[in-house]
């Protein structure tokens, strides 16, 4: 297979994966607003710094309205991480590599992009957002079944779950970046309302509010937070499930090319520290810290696996 | 379809029966199901200069048309005779050149001509073969009288949609199919990639690797490379995915770069070798040229063949065709004014109204005047182009083109096609029945390219 078809599977899966996880933030401070007495516009400032865009938001727009950081977030296409922009992205992807995707995923893709570019031509009034996040969920979802359902267990597959991993990871240790502070055990008030809602709405960020009930017993607790989504591998967004995936996916990939690269240790170095350390480990480290070294280190997988499978060169 | 007294010609008998049951309405319903197939496909062409839409699809007509066996293959031996006669031409004008010797054509039209590559002089491609895949423009104006447009040896498109034009209507219709035994065209990837190759270079061991080179996802036709590359089981490449190594060009895979011994390219010869034509190409492969003349690599079509789509080299067709085969071409050309000769420059200023003309390196509909339906003001500006640079033009009479049914709202409706059968080149000449039918979808208009708004229907050539 060509580099230049690893490379497209693998961003064209990171795109979607992105699109998927905007909406989801989007939500998210959708509920916020709805549910917090007292919420005001400033709380999208957090939203769009989760999203990786609060400076580029701030180029294009003076003030911060809940109206435009949703525009931004969703349909502006002078943003790269919009979801228009990621879907748009995502099929380019697609129609590159269209002979490597079977005819089922190729189509659940296209018909994404016909509807969102559809749905996301005007401004989405308040009252259909949850409508139209719901249709940018349900249509990721439909790719990914298409995907799963259809693909052969080949190179194509592990390239392509590689770039829905690496994007995951890269996304969920971003959520948790941006609200690390209420995570921190000294300024934290156990039981405030503040912090719950706080909590709840990370939780919310990544899909995660009812299944952490689950696993913690319902009680919200910090630690618990930044366990469930950094450690746990039960969790499919938390980082070390990612990396559980990146390194079977690596693995693969070694057995059918017999030829192991540089990106393979990274993978298993990153993976063996997820599974050995504990949450206080984390937490002594200090959690911004922590995440800023793996989002790095995360990047530099990245790289590795491009340059090993001669994406570009 | 129609006789003159209105009665159904032979070929479309069975297909007017099954017609006259079918309830228009469902047909509306039928015709918008297939443009939704089209869309979800993503069976789409890009449009240049129209940066809001680019991607569009070609508008498709439920209706076929069809052709009897006994026309077909009249119209078949026209096409084969013609094909040969286009490879001995261009064998002989690399080579020898005979025939500007017997002065049959004159040298500057050959040498001064900016499709011929003098790189490719003493050059013989593998297997003698310059013109892999042909797609021949035919036009009918009566019952036994047929028409060469153009001869579109360099890169023919469109074949993409004859095949899912097929697939579309056995979808929606399956009954009509066994109600008619319709000639496949469904083997063509088949075909194609076998025809290629057979044709592999001399430096190839094994099995030849074949791949299908495309400027990328922004070129108009990319659909159809992809779809090309994906029914033959082959890569897609771009210039990027290729380098010379040792004397082979190879493709950069994730485990290394592996060698590719026939390239189906879709890239223009001015952009496909950087160190040979176009410095700032970079679409090609720099380097490409002397793995070819080595005899490493087999390129489809050859560089140079483009000359043969010149409107001035066409008009010299029948002697052409006479001159390679021996006998009078059996495939007619439309009378064609060159002018670059003064008697016809006259001649065509003065008929301006009554004349289709033609830029000669255009395609695509680009360019050119179609006199009657142009405003007094267009054919005046033209004329001003047509004194600036005669040699740039030819012109030739409007034709009555035949018309076809089409669905309208209304009904059906008769409209002007043409035809593009399609044909693979390597030891032996093998033409695909059908091909690929455009139709002009304005009333009256005679202008049946896609980036024009036409529209295109699935070719049936009937079993006898």
């Known amino acids: 297979m060509l580099g230049r078809t690893a490379n ?26 709805l549910t917090r007495a007292g919420s005001s516009d400033e709380d999208w400032d957090g939203v769009l710094q ?96 298409a995907f799963h359902g259809s693909m052969l267990r080949n190179d194509l597959y592990n390239f392509s779950r590689i770039g829905t991993f690496i994007e995951r990871a890269d996304n969920t240790s971003r959520i948790l970046d941006v609200k690390y502070y209420v995570l921190l055990p000294a300024v934290s008030q156990v039981g405030s309302s503040l912090d719950n809602f706080q909590w709840e709405s990370i939780l919310r960020s990544v899909s995660a509010h009812r299944s952490y009930g689950w696993v913690y017993d319902g009680e919200y607790k910090p630690s618990s937070i930044a366990d469930f989504l950094i450690l746990n591998v039960r969790m499919p967004r938390s980082l070390a499930y990612c990396y559980e995936k990146i390194v079977s996916n690596l693995h693969y990939l070694e057995e059918e090319y017999g030829e192991r690269h540089k990106a393979h240790d990274t993978a298993a170095t990153i993976k063996a520290m997820l599974k050995r350390g504990s949450i206080s480990d984390v937490m002594d480290q200090g959690l911004h810290e922590f995440l800023e070294d793996f989002i790095n280190r995360n990047n530099q997988l990245s790289a590795e696996i491009s340059e090993g499978y001669r994406f570009y060169r | 379809m129609l006789t003159a007294d209105n009665s159904p010609r032979p070929p479309y008998q069975t297909y007017q029966e099954w017609y006259a049951s079918q309830d228009p309405a469902h047909l509306i319903q039928k015709s918008r199901d297939a443009e939704n197939i089209f869309r979800k496909t993503g069976i789409t062409f890009a449009v240049y200069g129209h940066a ?87 036009v009918r104006t009566g019952e036994d009288q047929f028409y060469v447009l153009e001869d579109n040896a360099r890169t023919p498109s469109g074949v993409s949609y004859m095949l899912e034009n097929r697939e579309t209507m056995m979808q929606m219709f399956p009954e009509l199919f066994s109600q008619n035994k319709v000639q496949r065209v469904e083997d063509y990837p088949y075909l194609l990639r076998q025809s290629l190759a057979s044709l592999a270079p001399p430096g190839c061991k094994g099995r030849p690797r074949v791949a299908v080179l495309t400027p990328g996802i922004y070129n108009s036709a990319y659909y159809e490379h992809s779809f090309l590359a994906d029914t033959m089981g082959v890569e897609l490449v771009e210039g990027s995915d290729l380098r010379v190594i040792d004397g082979k060009v190879k493709m950069r895979t994730t485990r290394g770069y592996e060698a590719i011994d026939v390239l189906y390219r879709r890239v223009d010869d001015d952009y496909l070798d950087p160190l040979t034509f176009r410095p700032d190409s970079a679409l090609g492969i720099p380097g490409i040229m002397d793995v070819y003349r080595s005899g490493n690599i087999t390129i489809a079509n050859a560089p140079g063949t483009g000359i043969c789509d010149d409107k001035a080299i066409y008009s010299y067709m029948p002697e052409i065709v006479e001159f390679y085969t021996g006998r009078k071409a059996l495939l007619e050309n439309v009378p064609t004014w060159r002018c670059s000769e003064a008697a016809s420059l006259k001649y065509v200023l003065e008929h301006l109204e009554e004349l289709v003309v033609k830029e000669v390196h255009g395609s695509g509909g680009y360019g050119m005047l179609v006199g009657p339906t142009a405003s007094k003001k267009e054919r005046a500006d033209f004329a001003e182009k047509l004194k600036a640079r005669p040699s740039n033009y030819i012109a030739q009479p409007t034709l009555s083109l035949s018309t076809v049914p089409i669905l309208v709202n209304k009904g059906i409706a008769p409209r002007h096609v043409d035809l593009r059968p399609y044909v693979l080149v390597s030891d032996k000449v093998k033409i695909i029945p059908g091909g690929l039918t455009r139709v002009a979808l304005k009333q009256g208009s005679l202008v049946v390219n896609s980036s024009q708004g036409g529209g295109t229907k699935d070719t049936w050539v009937l079993e006898d």
């Open chain 1, 8 to 33: 497209g599977l693998y961003w064209m899966f990171r795109y979607i994966e992105r699109a998927e996880n905007i909406a989801r933030l989007v939500d998210a401070g959708l509920r916020v607003s």
């Open chain 1, 50 to 145: 989760s999203a990786g865009v609060r400076d580029a938001y701030a180029s294009v727009h003076d003030t911060m309205t809940a109206a435009n950081a949703i525009d931004y977030l969703l349909r502006d296409t002078s943003n790269p991480s919009s979801v228009m922009s990621c879907i748009e992205s995502g099929r380019n992807n697609a129609r590159m590599v269209r002979t490597a995707l079977t005819r089922e995923t190729w189509e659940a893709t296209n018909e994404c992009w016909i509807e969102l570019k559809q749905l996301l031509s005007r401004k989405v009034k308040a009252a259909d957002l949850p409508e139209v996040i719901d249709v940018i969920k349900r249509r990721a979802g439909l790719i990914r079944g």
């Open chain 2, 52 to 138: 809001d839409s680019s991607e569009k699809l070609i508008p498709f007509d439920i209706i076929p048309r069809i052709i009897a066996a006994r026309e077909w293959r009249r119209l078949a031996q026209g096409i084969e005779q013609r094909v040969l006669a286009l490879n001995a031409f261009l064998d002989d004008i690399y080579h020898k050149q005979e025939i500007i010797r017997a002065g049959r054509i004159p040298r500057e039209l050959i040498e001064k001509n900016v499709a011929f590559l003098p790189e490719m002089i003493g050059f013989k491609p593998p297997g003698g073969v310059y013109t892999h895949i042909v797609g021949t423009d035919i």
